[in-house]
């Protein structure tokens, strides 16, 4: 039973370039969650979607960033423009609901690096 | 804004030692789950505690949830290398999960 799918792991791009992350989560789930991790920080949330929804989008940044989980394929981070600030790690998770325990299941993570 | 305080933040102890780490809120969650994240790896969920005073038991680590369900405590014994990491709690209910900053543990043989 494969777990939460993230690629590409490792992702470089330019200063004002796009930034496309992909999520596929596990069988079964239809909620997924994206995170950022800045290096010695937590995980901040960014945005929680569910299929072709967007649930809650408050700790994505209001410019550049977008998110989508459409009825096909896999969940996508999208980022246009990256700026140095960017770069980060970012991780998906997924849970098979959004019920009171919310235990989520993280992929490997995309590492983001912008020159 | 909720927030969980994690201490402490950077622990590096011998093979064999016991060790406790913390979780702490002024806030009240419904549920409190703990992580640990090795390097260029998502973080790996070790145990979801619900119920205030609950304490759960995974082999050698040991977690306990507050009674007012706004703390939580990571005891591990007899420490070995395998539990170098990252570690992570964080906070649930019907709002996004909150982490905390995590508290980097290095077990040195």
């Known amino acids: 039973n494969a777990g939460v799918m993230q690629n590409p792991r490792h992702l470089v791009r330019r200063r004002g370039q796009e930034a496309r992350l992909r999520c596929s989560p596990m069988?079964?789930?239809?909620?997924v969650y994206w995170y950022r991790q800045l290096p010695e920080e937590g995980l901040k949330f960014m945005v929680y979607?569910?299929?072709?929804?967007?649930?809650?989008e408050s700790g994505m940044p209001k410019e550049r960033f977008s998110a989508e989980f459409p009825k096909e394929g896999p969940s996508i981070l999208r980022i246009q423009q990256v700026v140095r600030g960017d770069s980060a790690a970012y991780f998906c998770?997924?849970?098979?609901?959004?019920?009171?325990?919310?235990?989520?299941?993280f992929g490997p993570g995309t590492r983001l690096t912008v020159l | 804004t909720q927030l969980l305080e994690q201490s402490p933040q950077f622990l590096s102890i011998q093979e064999g030692e016991n060790l406790t780490v913390y979780c702490n809120s002024s806030?009240?969650?419904?549920?409190l789950q703990w992580y640990r994240q090795e390097p260029g790896e998502g973080p790996v969920l070790l145990v979801t505690?619900?119920?205030?005073?609950e304490v759960k038991k995974l082999k050698r680590l040991t977690f306990q949830f507050g009674d007012a369900r706004k703390d939580s405590s990571l005891h591990i014994t007899a420490a070995q290398p395998g539990d170098t990491g990252l570690y992570l709690c964080?906070?649930?209910?019907?709002?996004?999960?909150?982490f905390g900053k995590g508290t980097r543990l290095s077990v040195i043989a």
């Open positions: 998770a997924s849970s098979p609901s959004s019920g009171l325990y919310n235990e989520q299941f």
């Open positions: 806030s009240v969650f419904s549920s």
């Open positions: 069988k079964g789930h239809s909620h």
């Open positions: 505690v619900v119920t205030g005073g």
């Open positions: 964080a906070g649930g209910g019907n709002t996004p999960l909150v």
């Open positions: 979607l569910q299929k072709e929804n967007i649930i809650d």
